[in-house]
């Protein structure tokens, strides 16, 4: 009877005694989990992304995602839709089919959400200087302003492009839009 009461107070004064160290090994753990699970999640939004623009331009449908980084894009765009929605293919897909009414514009995702949709951005000032549609050019204004990833899918010929820094990567396929945004740590 002794005994067995006196390992109950023991392992409760070990953990009264050590209650820093505990709650430390405790705080690590938890955050290696909060990682591992943020980076599962990121990836998941990348491929949502990467799945959305390779159909968009398979299906000639143009359009603009802008993914934020440290800059908040939302205090540079015109007239957006709130939309503060998981990353879904679907969703994606349905906000850019032509003729529904947050075709036009662009979509902003920002920390793994939709943020808003059917955003306008500003054009740079050098327009005879810029390559490419209205599209584009959005894109290479907003990657001026901001230090976002801006996607762009030409509705004319259904190539990807990126703009990063307002410079325009042209041409990527699916495994050069992976590589692209895992060089930028999106």
């Known amino acids: 009877f002794i005994l067995n009461n006196f390992s109950t107070y023991l392992i409760i004064s070990i953990i009264i005694l050590f209650q820093d160290e505990l709650r430390e090994i405790l705080a690590e753990i938890g955050s290696k989990l909060r990682r591992q699970y943020n980076l599962a999640a990121k990836s998941e939004v990348k491929e949502e992304i990467i799945n959305?623009?390779?159909?968009?331009?398979?299906a000639r449908i143009?359009?603009?995602?802008?993914i934020e980084r440290e800059i908040?894009?939302?205090?540079?765009v015109n007239r957006p839709i709130k939309i503060d929605a998981v990353v879904n293919k679907d969703l994606l897909l349905t906000i850019f089919t032509p003729g529904s009414p947050l075709h036009d514009g662009a979509v902003v995702i920002s920390k793994d959400r939709i943020e808003v949709a059917r955003c306008f951005f500003q054009l740079p000032p050098l327009?005879?200087?810029?390559p490419g549609g209205t599209r584009h050019l959005a894109a290479i204004g907003i990657t001026q302003q901001t230090d976002c990833i801006a996607i762009v899918v030409s509705e004319e010929t259904g190539k990807i492009s990126m703009a990063v820094s307002g410079q325009l990567i042209r041409g990527l396929d699916r495994e050069g839009l992976?590589?692209?945004l895992q060089?930028?740590?999106v």
Do not use: C, F, M, Q
């Open 52 to 58: 959305t623009v390779v159909a968009l331009s398979l």
């Open 183 to 185: 060089h930028y740590n």
């Open 178 to 180: 992976k590589n692209r």
């Open 72 to 76: 908040k894009v939302k205090n540079y």
């Open 127 to 130: 327009l005879e200087l810029s």
């Open 62 to 66: 143009g359009a603009i995602i802008a």
